[in-house]
């Protein structure tokens, strides 16, 4: 009598739609992670950004260093006569415009004007808040 080792076609069908379908559900859950990691990537930026224009202000003698909110960016302006560098938000991303749009140190690396700015992000709404006092601020989801 002969004997057959292998599997048929149908058991192959069989495994490979199952493995298509799980490939498929899992594609969403790796989206929305990816979406968590930009959220938490650009705000690591943001706040790497604030803390590098307080070490400007405070170690050279231009003092204009500033961060300017746009709805979509925000520029990171270094000096009256050089370019801004600008850095936009992720697609979803919007600046909420309070008459706190601009952020920028004293020579002694306090912040000139305290207050808050709040930014929104496609499913959260973060909040950065500065006090007075030197390298005093935080970002917080709101």
């Known amino acids: 009598m002969k004997q057959n080792n292998g ?15 799980l490939l498929l559900l899992s594609t969403p859950l790796n989206i929305s992670s990816l979406e968590k990691q930009q959220e938490k990537q650009f705000l690591k930026t943001l706040e790497s950004d604030i803390l590098y224009i307080q070490a400007m202000a405070s170690s050279t003698l231009n003092n204009f260093y500033i961060i300017r ?21 992720p697609p979803g991303w919007k ?11 004293s020579a002694n690396g306090t912040i ?12 959260d709404v973060y909040i950065a808040v500065f006090m007075l006092g030197k390298g005093r601020f935080y970002i917080a989801k709101q």
Request: proline residues 2%; aromatic residues 12%.
């Open 69 to 89: 909110f746009r709805e979509d960016s925000y520029e990171l302006i270094q000096g009256i006569e050089k370019d801004a560098e600008i850095r936009r938000f």
């Open 112 to 123: 000139k004007k305290a207050g808050s700015i709040s930014i929104s992000a496609k499913n």
């Open 95 to 105: 600046f909420i415009r309070k008459p706190f749009n601009e952020i920028s140190f």
């Open 7 to 21: 599997f048929t076609l149908i058991e192959l069908l069989i495994v490979l739609s199952i493995l298509s379908i």
